[in-house]
């Protein structure tokens, strides 16, 4: 199943962000920072988007942050900081406007 345009667009930061893939590092603060944009659906449908272009390994990892994520483990600031940055490189928007529209954003 296709995913919809404004979460293929963030896939679309994530692998500009990340051209080799993401590391498992960085896992537990991507999926905290996404969280905190996004709802859980729509994490979920992103990490099942990602596990299906990944290795099994990458895969697995995935499984493991979002779990960690959804039991609230906090990320480090400095690795959400460090995230945060490479998802700005991939042209990520860092600020969520006030009014936010999905169909419209960035």
């Known amino acids: 199943m296709a995913l919809p345009p404004f979460l293929s667009s963030i896939v679309g930061w994530l692998r500009a962000g990340y051209p080799e893939g993401v590391p498992d590092v960085d896992y537990i603060p991507l999926f905290a920072l996404l969280g905190s944009q996004l709802t859980n659906d729509e994490v979920n449908e992103i990490a099942k988007e990602l596990e299906t272009t990944s290795d099994p390994e990458s895969a ?6 979002i779990t960690a994520v ?8 400095s690795d959400v900081a ?12 860092l600020a969520k406007p006030e009014h936010f529209d999905p169909v419209r954003w960035p």
């Open 60 to 65: 697995e990892a995935i499984k493991r942050a």
């Open 70 to 77: 959804t039991d609230h483990h906090e990320p480090k600031d």
């Open 82 to 93: 460090r995230v945060r940055a490479r998802l700005a490189a991939g042209g990520w928007p």
